[in-house]
């Protein structure tokens, strides 16, 4: 079955450090979405990419897509401790109607 | 601040209880989910309503029932649940009338925190 999977699972950095989080489709996606889940939180929406090889910026966060569209990554630069949580993309398929959320990582901060 | 409202925020139930989370929202979005997270794993979906009515069932145990009175509310019904049904259970929407078909942005609530004892 479809499976979207997201590596590393766990991800401990210094503060200013830098961050990348993949997620991989056994299949072509129509299009990816990313969200962020703070600790006890719910997830929230970070951005959606459709195109092939698309690449999006949110300030210190770049966001791609890769050309096959099977696959996406998310990279933060010089981390701070407001960026913990975990991070899920969330992929869906040309056929049939659901988003397939990653398995996420979960991202530590030491300050 | 999230614009998806569920209540109650925490729940305990006995495994013979009949119980219901509620989820509101009021943003016009006319596609409304039912996701299922238990901890450190990612959100399964158990649920889509479009225009009201139910477009996917994830094959969930008939011992979650969905309704939506109108497009703004979303119910779950619990009844004779089993304590391996313990997690968060979150609600979401999303604007077009085919939300998930359209890849438009899924706002989720803070979620439930249901435990079945």
């Known amino acids: 079955g479809q499976q979207v999977m997201q590596i590393p699972q766990y991800q401990h950095v210094q503060e200013g450090e830098d961050f990348t989080t993949y997620c991989n489709s056994s299949?072509?996606?129509?299009?990816i979405q990313w969200y962020k889940q703070r600790p006890g939180g719910h997830p929230v929406f970070l951005i959606q990419?459709?195109?092939?090889?698309e690449v999006k910026k949110q300030k210190r966060l770049t966001f791609q897509f890769g050309e096959a569209k099977k696959n996406s990554s998310l990279h933060i630069t010089a981390t701070q401790t407001t960026d913990v949580g975990t991070y899920f993309c969330?992929?869906?398929?040309?056929?049939?109607?659901?988003?397939?959320f990653g398995t996420g990582t979960s991202l530590t901060v030491i300050p | 601040d999230t614009e998806v409202t569920q209540t109650p925020k925490h729940l305990v139930m006995g495994m013979t209880n009949k119980k219901s989370l509620k989820c509101e929202q009021h943003?016009?979005?006319?596609?409304m989910y039912w996701y299922k997270q238990k901890a450190k794993k990612p959100p399964e979906l158990m649920f889509v309503?479009?225009?009201?009515?139910?477009?996917i069932n994830e094959s969930v145990p008939s011992r979650f029932s969905p309704e939506c009175p109108n497009s703004s509310l979303l119910n779950l019904h619990l009844h004779a649940l089993q304590p391996e049904d313990s997690a968060l259970y979150l609600c979401?929407?999303?604007?077009?009338?085919?939300?998930?078909?359209?890849?438009?942005?899924?706002?989720f609530g803070e979620g439930s925190w249901l435990t079945v004892v």
């Open positions: 979401a929407s999303s604007q077009g009338p085919q939300g998930v078909y359209s890849g438009n942005t899924i706002y």
């Open positions: 309503y479009s225009y009201e009515k139910l477009s």
């Open positions: 990419l459709v195109k092939s090889g």
């Open positions: 969330a992929g869906r398929l040309y056929t049939g109607n659901q988003f397939y």
């Open positions: 943003m016009g979005h006319r596609a």
């Open positions: 299949t072509t996606l129509s299009n």
